[in-house]
């Protein structure tokens, strides 16, 4: 019909055509929006019969806030301007109700080729549009639950962490003070592959603590170009002579505030999934560059745009398929054979991004390789800070597990200082109060009872102002860490740690400054 020349015979021939399609409205209107055709299709989808909408304006066919805003005619008018005009939208039926349509506009001319009305047609799509609907809420309500899942695992991890690295301090600290006093010998061995087990635990316990996004981070400035610049020798060191390495920095600094150890962590940890499936010869790219906005994550929960700078890490291996890829940040989801890995990579970097207040994002094609993108908060100001104080004597230990705390204070009493201990707020308190000369106090975050050992801390400090502060945990929250302040960031010790850390540790608390020499217990 559109662009024909129209005559009465042309348009009754037209009709007949046109009501063998009972699945399509397809009806004329004038070029003042009056209908003036009908078909058996228009009838089935709209419900009038031809006789009550004939002589009508079309417009009675939109919604009621269309036709306030003039739809129905701007629709013509780009239909005679442009030749044609199509689009989904909303339309109304006789009974009121609503249904989803495809709707396309074509004007009608005569000889002359001047406009002289327009064909119209509409299909119902309500069917497809509802089942789109469904398809879009049961994708986000995967996501939901996949979120859900994380965080629950997070909260599960988070929890038997703390109680885990509790026992791993005892081990080590015992294993470690056993080393100290203990004489070259057959023994000293055994003891020494007791540390090195409790290690490797203690790196576990981190890497969940990381997925959990519950582990203690220290983030600063950093440069992006500058530390991967500096940080590939180590790469290729580590990839060997099986792959290449290609850098391709952005132009611009990508300043982005983070905890470099753990980025670290995570570069390495993406490169040895890579090395991995990467075929001999081939390239592993890292590239760098400032995005203008949060993430595809952050903008599909609509939230607000934040300057980010990208760290991507591309290989072109063998891929994974959209069901692997949908699982690699899992913990202890891995393909690898039995053995050699224990799935945890992708999940310590996922929730080290998370917990820095940026997003993980992989893409990846199977037979064409994998991208994984850090997505990291950007900043522009450059943070120093300095800290002050003396050497102490006197130390109250607060510490809810007792073998730990019978194990601290008596390696603090080895080294010399004179120390009080405590399981709970109310006890240190008290101990505080009533105690006159008192240096230092060394808490654990988590303890028992409505004050914690933050707040306890805090308390201390307004009771004797010259008091010097060591925090630890083993499981510290994002949200708690949160709360320090920047010198209660810098005496924060955590857990397990090594004698050797509690006694830097103590003194940087105590002295206001790192320890360079070595501690009365150095191991070889």
Request: a negative charge; glycine letters at 8%; hydrophobic letters at 40%.
């Amino acid at each position: 019909m559109p662009d024909q020349p129209c005559t009465d015979d042309y348009v009754e021939r037209a009709q007949s055509f046109v009501d063998a399609f009972t699945d399509h409205a397809i009806f004329r209107v004038s070029t003042a929006g009056v209908v003036e055709s009908w078909s058996a299709g228009s009838e089935r989808i709209k419900g009038y019969r031809a006789d009550e909408i004939i002589g009508k304006p079309f417009s009675l066919l939109y919604p009621e806030e269309d036709r306030e805003a003039g739809i129905p005619e701007r629709n013509l008018e780009t239909a005679a301007r442009f030749g044609h005009f199509e689009e989904n939208g909303w339309r109304v039926r006789k009974d009121g109700s609503r249904f989803r349509a495809h709707v396309a506009i074509a004007p009608v001319r005569n000889a002359r080729k001047e406009i002289v009305g327009f064909a119209k047609i509409t299909r119902d799509v309500s069917a497809k549009h509802e089942l789109e609907a469904v398809v879009k809420t049961l994708a986000t309500s995967q996501q939901v639950f996949e979120a859900q899942k994380l965080e629950l695992m997070g909260r599960l991890t988070g929890g038997v962490a703390h109680d885990f690295n509790n026992i791993l301090a005892a081990i080590l600290s015992s294993l470690e003070f056993i080393t100290c006093t203990l004489p070259d010998g057959q023994l000293r061995p055994v003891v020494q592959s007791g540390i090195a087990a409790a290690l490797r635990g203690r790196k576990l316990v981190s890497q969940l603590l990381a997925f959990a996004r519950n582990d203690s981070l220290a983030p600063q400035p950093t440069d992006l170009n500058d530390f991967v610049a500096e940080l590939r020798p180590l790469i290729e060191q580590a990839i060997g002579r099986s792959a290449s390495v290609t850098l391709e920095l952005g132009a611009s600094a990508c300043w982005v505030k983070v905890d470099q150890v753990h980025l670290q962590s995570a570069i390495l940890n993406i490169i040895m999934n890579a090395k991995a499936v990467t075929p001999e010869g081939g390239r592993i790219a890292i590239r760098t560059f400032n995005h203008d906005v949060r993430s595809r994550a952050g903008l599909a929960t609509g939230q607000d745009e934040t300057p980010m700078s990208a760290l991507e890490i591309q290989d072109f291996g063998c891929g994974m398929s959209e069901e692997v890829r949908a699982r690699s940040i899992e913990p202890f989801f891995t393909t690898k054979p039995v053995g050699q890995g224990n799935g945890l990579g992708l999940s310590q970097v996922h929730g080290f991004t998370k917990q820095s207040g940026g997003d993980l994002e992989i893409d990846s094609e199977v037979g064409k390789g994998t991208t994984v993108r850090l997505l990291l908060p950007a900043c522009s100001d450059r943070e120093t800070g300095q800290e002050g104080g003396f050497r102490a004597t006197s130390i109250l230990i607060v510490e809810d597990d007792e073998e730990l705390l019978e194990i601290s204070a008596s390696i603090l009493s080895f080294w010399g200082y004179s120390v009080r201990s405590a399981l709970d707020a109310s006890q240190a308190l008290d101990i505080i109060e009533g105690t006159g000369q008192l240096d230092l106090l060394f808490t654990d975050i988590v303890i028992p009872g409505k004050v914690d050992g933050l707040e306890l801390a805090r308390r201390a400090t307004k009771l004797k102002p010259d008091l010097k502060i060591l925090l630890t945990s083993g499981y510290a929250t994002a949200e708690t860490l949160a709360k320090l302040s920047p010198a209660e960031r810098r005496s924060f010790l955590q857990k397990p740690y090594r004698l050797e850390a509690l006694y830097r540790g103590l003194r940087r608390a105590l002295d206001g400054m790192d320890v360079r020499e070595a501690s009365p217990f150095a191991l070889e």
